[in-house]
């Protein structure tokens, strides 16, 4: 490796994929320490150990290595304890307080903490959030501090992570330790609810202790920004280069007003598209990809992925199946007939799969899908997911209005959840805005061809050769493009065939982590 590059890199993340999981940040953190540590950087995960922590991964674990530390927020003397262990070559820190322990969510309250405490709603944030978020960002700098053991390099995962290089840079028990460290954020969502913000310059101060003469510069309107906070003292990153140029856009409403601050600012923000580890998803591999039937997209070779299909109807989506868990809540069916037929007389299966919220479109899904399912008696859609309640609802009674050609899995489960997809046609994307987006790359590499709202990072669709791209976002005109691409895998299956072989095999070369990591944020590291 290029002395140029860092020896030492820490990541600090709330969550990461198999250890800690709730959106797709836990893929980017899990990927990109993995991969650095391939390459032979030294890489240090700092995260929180919840309740919900999994274990299973890690080895070597080893408690209190360094003493435990009094760590003060809003007032508050918490003490602090840190743990290690290792994940394959990546080294982990996990920050022990009662506040994570007592979670059994990374962000927001599960249904088993709403059945200890009514007034813990399942899927809402926490009530201490900002507690949590400054104390872990705290603790991390006192433990680079106490351990001395500091990186060149530390990259933060969202804006639950944005003030350590504000704190770093301003709070003076920190300032002289940290000198030498540069750091980077990365912004994967500044869509409504995913700021962490401050609802007033006085609790900044209080909670964090940097100077307000810091951050009233980082306000918007009343509240201070984490995000604005980091670009005064670190590199900004986004997760695809589209987000970057719409984060940067004078005319997006998606933001919340960040997007005019940071122009205002000057600042720039590097858009560097998130990779996947395309081995974890391999479907010619039952082990790899969690399906019980091996197929090769980028082959043609398609019969297993038709197997998968039948397994799932008669496993988990038909009246009869009795496979589904106890983590799903399932509306209506799909009919036991659909387990038979050849390809040219079977309906087209359309999917979705993620999190069931207002950025991802679900309400435009649940209209399409409606007036798809009430003009043709050819289609089906599967529906796979959890999360806004009223959107939950809405998605059971589509189920329930179409029974035999509609089936919503309320809960997650991650063998599930791949063979829905894998077990589709198409997967439906219609988010209103998209950071970059994993669920289309999911679905290239399972044969399954995206159908996508050309936003942000779902712009990495290749229109009509991996996938399908469309530009006005209601339900009307989903439907008019779900209604065309119906007839076009009734009538024309061989254009649809090449469209598969090219999304898979354009993922693998483009975008498999390995190739990220190589030509973006080796090089982006490099520059800091």
Not at 154 to 159: L, T
Request: aromatic share 10%; proline share 4%.
């Amino acid at each position: 490796m290029s002395s140029r590059f860092p020896k030492k890199v820490w990541l600090v993340s709330r969550e990461y994929a198999g250890i800690a999981e709730a959106g797709g940040v836990k893929n980017v953190a899990c990927s990109l320490c993995e991969g650095l540590a391939s390459k032979g950087v030294d890489v240090t995960l700092m995260i929180p150990r919840y309740g919900c922590t999994d274990f299973v991964l890690t080895t070597g674990y080893t408690p209190n290595v360094i003493p435990p530390q009094h760590i003060y927020v809003d007032g508050r003397d918490c003490v602090v304890s840190f743990d290690k262990a290792h994940v394959g070559k990546v080294e982990v820190i996990f920050i022990i307080h009662q506040i994570y322990s007592e979670k059994t969510g990374v962000y927001t309250y599960t249904l088993a903490d709403e059945r200890r405490n009514s007034s813990h709603v399942r899927g809402t944030g926490f009530h201490d959030a900002l507690m949590m978020d400054v104390l872990f960002q705290k603790a991390v700098l006192v433990y680079g501090m106490v351990s001395k053991a500091l990186p060149q390099i530390i990259h933060c995962q969202d804006a639950a992570t944005a003030l350590i290089p504000a704190m770093a840079r301003c709070v003076d028990e920190f300032r002289e330790s940290y000198s030498p460290v540069k750091f980077a954020v990365t912004v994967h969502n500044a869509g409504p609810g995913y700021h962490h913000d401050f609802h007033t310059l006085e609790e900044a101060v209080s909670y964090t202790g940097i100077p307000s003469s810091h951050l009233i510069d980082c306000m918007n309107g009343g509240a201070v920004e984490p995000f604005l906070a980091a670009g005064h003292f670190a590199a900004l990153t986004t997760v695809s280069p589209w987000y970057a140029q719409e984060l940067l856009d004078p005319d997006n409403r998606d933001t919340v007003g960040l997007s005019q601050l940071f122009i205002g600012k000057g600042y720039s923000i590097t858009g560097i598209t998130n990779g996947i580890d395309c081995y974890r998803y391999d479907p010619s591999s039952k082990h790899s990809s969690l399906l019980p039937f091996a197929f090769s997209p980028e082959k043609g070779i398609l019969e297993g992925k038709y197997k998968n299909r039948r397994y799932f109807i008669q496993n988990y989506a038909s009246a009869s199946s009795k496979m589904l868990s106890s983590d799903f809540i399932r509306s209506g069916s799909i009919s036991d007939s659909d387990i038979e037929g050849k390809r040219g007389k079977r309906a087209v299966y359309f999917c979705y799969h993620g999190r069931i919220a207002s950025q991802k479109g679900i309400d435009v899904l649940a209209d399409a899908a409606a007036m798809l399912l009430s003009a043709r008696k050819d289609v089906r859609f599967l529906l796979v997911g959890q999360g806004e309640s009223a959107l939950e609802n809405k998605l059971s009674q589509l189920a329930m209005n179409f029974p035999g050609k509609c089936v919503y899995l309320q809960g997650y489960d991650r063998a599930v959840s791949r063979l829905s997809t894998a077990a589709a046609d198409f997967i439906v994307l219609p988010s209103k805005f998209e950071p970059c987006g994993l669920e289309d790359f999911i679905a290239q590499l399972y044969g399954t061809i995206p159908v996508a709202h050309a936003t942000g990072g779902l712009k990495k669709i290749i229109d009509g050769k991996t996938g399908f791209l469309y530009e006005e976002n209601s339900g009307e005109n989903l439907f008019r493009v779900l209604n065309e691409l119906a007839d076009l895998a009734r009538s024309d299956f061989s254009k649809l065939r090449k469209i598969i072989s090219c999304g898979a095999e354009y993922v693998q070369k483009k975008y498999d982590w390995t190739s990220v990591i190589r030509d973006k944020y080796l090089p982006f590291y490099r520059e800091l």
